[in-house]
């Protein structure tokens, strides 16, 4: 079942600050995060495993609260460049190699 | 270091053709995945490798559309008798390993277009 991102879509101004959920109805084994420009390539971002674990880039936070089954990205002092469609991908418990389901994505636009 | 890439970035195909997707993974990547991308939405799952072997297909959304990955690297994604429903970004991602929680690396995706 495909997790569900809030909010849809967001608007900021260079240096503001941003949450974008993700939200899902089973049990999760991670949660993976990915920015997507216009006609360009997912890139990643962050994982965050079950048990606590994370991988990701240096400027980029988010949490992972299993009991409810949500994770969070957090964006700090945005930047231009921040501008995207943002995709959590989850990764079931019962899952073997990685299959993901991604959420229907969250709109970030960064204004300078 | 070279990443994942897709061969063609586009292709128009007219309705009941047949087309052939390609994917170059990043090498040594065990893992590999194709997903569909349509406009304005988050990826799809199609089908998943673990070197040659197809250990997951449940994402092919008909008999029209197979995978394969003969030598554990290069994978092609074969649609036939096109249809406009087909229409979309075919998206490849590997990753390093075959455990789970591993990051997965995406190429820039073959739009194709359905006429």
């Known amino acids: 079942q495909q997790p569900v991102q809030s909010p849809q879509a967001v608007i900021l101004r260079e240096g503001e600050d941003a949450v974008i959920n993700c939200s899902s109805s089973k049990a999760l084994y991670s949660v993976h995060w990915y920015r997507q420009k216009h006609g360009e390539a997912p890139v990643f971002l962050m994982i965050?495993?079950?048990?606590?674990e994370q991988k990701g880039h240096e400027k980029i936070s988010a949490s992972f609260n299993e009991k409810k089954q949500q994770s969070s990205l957090y964006l700090t002092a945005s930047q231009l460049s921040y501008s995207g469609t943002y995709f959590c991908g989850t990764e079931r418990g019962y899952n073997q190699g990685g299959k993901l389901i991604f959420g229907q994505g969250t709109e970030l636009s960064v204004k300078p | 270091g070279a990443g994942v890439s897709q061969s063609p970035r586009y292709k128009v195909a007219k309705r009941g053709q047949d087309v052939a997707l390609r994917c170059d993974p990043i090498s040594g990547h065990v893992s590999l995945f194709w997903y569909q991308q349509a406009l304005g939405q988050g990826p799809e799952f199609l089908t998943y490798?673990?070197?040659?072997?197809?250990?997951?297909k449940s994402g092919l959304p008909s008999d029209r559309f197979f995978a394969e990955r003969p030598e554990g690297s290069v994978s092609t994604l074969k649609i036939q008798r096109t249809q406009q429903e087909d229409s979309a970004v075919y998206l490849c991602?590997?990753?390093?390993?075959?455990?789970?929680?591993?990051?997965?690396?995406f190429g820039p995706g073959t739009r194709l277009t359905v006429l």
């Open positions: 490798f673990q070197n040659e072997a197809q250990l997951d």
């Open positions: 965050l495993l079950k048990g606590g």
């Open positions: 991602a590997s990753s390093k390993s075959r455990t789970r929680g591993d990051t997965q690396y």
